[in-house]
């Protein structure tokens, strides 16, 4: 994947946060009956509203504003958290912060940070190919109530329908939407805190300003950026 920028998820930390797939359904009109049949002709795009966005304060400002000027409109794109903790399949229902592991010499890196490992460790098994809606995980450390869980990989955002069949420790499993990028055997999943890569749904999504009593908060709303999937699958990046 090409370079992109993530929203700073620990200091611009949305009030609500609504993640929703949108069919995308066809429909020849009614009958004459009156009853109108539609049919599902894509497993739709997914999409992101932020609600109550904080700006009090220089750092959150500011860095909202370098984010307004990188994205540019919605010509740019972004990976956004999806904060989600009802859907997402912590260890005995017990929400767990990340891990911070240092190096395998137990040294840190010079700014005194580590690697960030979430709670949850959840993997692919097989070879998952490009549009399909079935895959194999292996759940290494996680709620084996899969059914309803958001995961994602290179920041394209899935949830987890049916649980079609259990083998052990394996678990195969129906997604959506269709894989936008073939995911390989092994592929550590991210469930802790999916993102999904997106654009602004407007040239002016995030339009804000100073609010006299210093608590500022705006509403952000992105789509999938669905163009950028296509792209990669006709190899043109």
């Known amino acids: 994947m090409t370079d992109v920028i993530v929203w ?120 998952t190919p490009l549009a399909s809606t079935i895959m194999q995980l292996r759940i290494i450390n996680g709620d084996t109530s899969l059914s309803g869980t958001l995961f994602s990989y290179n920041h394209a955002l899935y949830r987890i329908g049916q649980t079609l069949d259990v083998s052990g420790d394996i678990y195969t499993v129906r997604i959506s939407p269709t894989v936008r990028e073939a995911i390989p055997a092994g592929a550590d999943l991210e469930f802790d805190r999916p993102t999904c890569l997106c654009n602004l749904i407007d040239d002016r999504s995030m339009d804000n300003g100073s609010n006299m009593n210093g608590f500022e908060r705006v509403g952000v709303s992105f789509n999938e950026d669905t163009d950028y999937w296509n792209q990669l699958a006709l190899g043109l990046i």
């Open 8 to 127: 700073p998820g620990d200091l611009l930390v949305p009030g609500e946060c609504r993640p929703n797939l949108v069919p995308f359904t066809r429909s020849g009109g009614r009958s004459l009956g009156g009853v109108q049949r539609s049919v599902r002709t894509d497993l739709g795009f997914w999409s992101v509203e932020y609600r109550d966005v904080p700006l009090y304060g220089i750092d959150k400002m500011r860095t909202f504003e370098a984010i307004k000027d990188i994205l540019s409109g919605s010509s740019g794109r972004i990976a956004v958290p999806i904060y989600s903790p009802e859907r997402t399949p912590w260890v005995d229902g017990l929400a767990l912060p990340p891990s911070i592991l240092p190096h395998d010499d137990d040294t840190f890196f010079n700014d005194g940070t580590g690697y960030r490992q979430g709670a949850i460790s959840i993997v692919s098994v097989g070879f």
